[in-house]
């Protein structure tokens, strides 16, 4: 008689646990996501009009998907373009080559989306808003990894979603938003391969992959704007830190090998950016009639790239002596509390609203209670890094450090709030760690006040969103409602 031997139990698949941890650390980052992405696509093609410099990169794009190299306009052709049907007409352009002084990423980027919805508001808008509802998604993503924890990463994500000049900068299609969402994963690459190497497969200084993709990225961001190079020096520098740090937790004599760290860090990462960084003018480089293309007479293999060298020696005059007054421009001295915010869009010619007299807006303004508790913040993350050498306050700061700190050297430059757009994910980051620092500090049974605390702090952050999103987003309202939201004399 045979014996039947029953089956053993299944064992429940061994993926089941990293299902888990995997939706447990990215369904609250892509949530807040989703939100900001409606944010930031919702009536995207409102206002029907160029805002503020998208005269200049809506038509680069134009011109750039047809040329390849950016081309003049023949006379002024903005009203032309808004009444067309989204179809490029070969009749806006002048022929002749035009002087622009960033380099083209950014605008091949929004090039893309009209090549995509036609030469429409909302076709050269549309890539802006991509890339800045993804920056979102890569900030909670790189807090995740900075805490250990998706709840705070959800936090930080929700932060910058709402806040209202992260929304702005990616509803207007300049350059900024984009310059942003670059450096931001440039951050989250270097915060990888920084877990990389301390956990040992990462073989060696020479081959770090999160590191060269961290590369990759910075030389897109400074084929956004050139302002991307501070990024590259500081984050550089704290990338090179970060690896002392590492053999000093491991015993190792650090200092005789910086200086080896720093050569390979500064070889392979300088070596990407600059090959990501030329590539990106491959259009000018394949045109015979860029600007400057033919400026090297002598030809040869090498007269590309001493005519492009040109260029870029009077694109440096051009943005070092930029001193062109502007109503709205401001000193960076005020750009964390948002002394000076910049307007825009503003049409107040409508006249069916209760008072009599509407307003119609897109002031890049930040949430005020993100941008002034945020400067707390910020001194708190100084002294963590300065008195407890919290490496996570330190990698925050280098952010500002970049982003900020420069512009003070050029007090007579013509400049303006909204570049400030490119720290606004490390300002959420500081205050995100903490408030984090603030909930899990002693004692234990104050824990629930202050979770409750948080959680107050963070509706009111939604709440203010609210109020001030029709301003952020061209909404008509009337002009007393408009005057309600300026709630500084600097802010008119």
Known sequence: MSVITPAPAAAPPASAGARRRFTGRWAGPLAVTVLGGALRFADLGKPHAFVFDETYYAKDGLSLLRFGYEQGFAGKVDKKILAGDGTIDPSWFNGEASYVVHPPVGKWLIAAGEALFGATPFGWRVAVALFGTLTILVLARAVVRMTGSALWGTAAGLLLAIDGMAIVMSRTAVLDGLLTFFIVLAFAFLLVDRDWSRSGRTPGNWWRPWRLAAAGALGLACAVKWSGIWFVAVFLIMTVLWDVGRRRRDGERWLPALVGDAVAAGVTMLAVILVVYVAAWYGWFLSDAGWDRQWDPAGG??????????????????????TSAHSYQS???????????????????????????????VTALGNPLIWWTGVLALLYQAWRWLAHRDWRAGAVLAGVLAGWVPWLLFPDRTIFTFYAVVIAPFVVAALTLSLSEFVNRPPERHRRARVVG???FLLACVGLSAFFYPIWSAGLIDYTAWSARMWLPTWV
């Open 301 to 322: 293999p090498l007269a590309a790239l001493r005519s492009l060298l040109h260029y870029h020696a009077e694109m440096w005059g051009f943005h070092t002596n930029l």
């Open 331 to 361: 000193s960076a001295l005020g750009w964390l509390v948002q002394a000076r915010p910049t307007s825009f869009y503003y049409e107040g010619t409508a006249t069916a609203c209760p008072s009599g007299r509407c307003a119609e807006a």
């Open 454 to 456: 948080v959680a107050v």
